[in-house]
């Protein structure tokens, strides 16, 4: 299953409203994670099955969607939200991952 | 709380076998699927496989041919091997821990180990 994000990158301000996009070339029903990784880091786990908020992330995380299409929305962007996203599909092995959206200041 | 620390060496020799462990403190390695992913450098994250504490595995078939994922139970430790290897397998190699309850997603990450393949 592949999966296409966008953007690719994006440059925004603190304090923006952010969307980021996950696109599936099959359904996945809900099978929809989100990861956060800074430069010389592990990814963190943000969202599982598409909009359920991984404990300890902040609440202006969220996810939605189902089925091909999904998004991540940061309410309000803060300093440390600057990072790589990326999406992953667990519906069906291989897990792919997005190519990743490089948010930038 | 739960940690993952990952060993092995950084240099592995073009057709030669790459060999990483992941030992899991503060938690058992029971009801959990232990993965590795990696990433080349530059580039986007590559999932590679998993194993389950009863030992079933599922791997990425690019790789198949070439992987072994186990777990040792009793040392609370998972380990990867890739045999042949090419410069293309030069990347940071995680090794994580996935859960049924999210969906497989991955919750406790390893620090990462930066893998390069050359002689």
């Known amino acids: 299953i592949q999966m296409t994000q966008s953007p690719s990158s994006l440059s925004a301000s603190v304090g923006d409203r952010v969307t980021i996009t996950c696109r599936a070339s099959?359904?996945?029903?809900?099978?929809l994670n989100w990861y956060q990784q800074k430069p010389g880091k592990a990814p963190k786990l943000l969202i599982y099955?598409?909009?359920s908020l991984q404990s300890g992330v902040p609440s202006r995380f969220s996810g939605s969607g189902s089925g091909t299409d999904f998004t991540l929305t940061i309410g309000s962007l803060q300093p440390e939200d600057f990072a790589t996203y990326y999406c992953?599909?667990?519906?069906?092995?291989?897990?792919?991952f997005g190519q990743g959206t490089n948010l930038e200041i | 709380q739960v940690q993952l620390q990952q060993s092995g060496p950084g240099l592995v020799k073009p057709s030669e076998t790459l060999s990483l462990s992941c030992s899991v403190s503060?938690?058992?390695?029971?009801?959990?699927?232990w993965s590795w992913i990696r990433q080349p450098p530059g580039k986007g994250l590559e999932w590679i496989g998993y194993?389950?504490?009863?030992?079933?595995?599922n791997y990425n078939p690019s790789i198949k041919s070439r992987l072994t994922i186990s777990v040792d139970t009793s040392r609370t430790q998972f380990s990867l091997k890739l045999s042949s290897v090419t410069a293309a397998d030069t990347a940071v190699y995680y090794c994580?821990?996935?859960?049924?309850?999210?969906?497989?997603?991955?919750?406790?990450w390893g620090q990462g180990t930066t893998v390069t393949v050359s002689s």
């Open positions: 994580a821990r996935g859960e049924t309850r999210l969906a497989y997603g991955m919750d406790v």
């Open positions: 503060g938690a058992s390695v029971r009801g959990y699927y």
């Open positions: 194993i389950s504490n009863t030992g079933s595995t």
């Open positions: 099959q359904t996945i029903s809900s099978y």
């Open positions: 099955v598409a909009s």
């Open positions: 992953q599909q667990t519906y069906s092995a291989p897990y792919t």
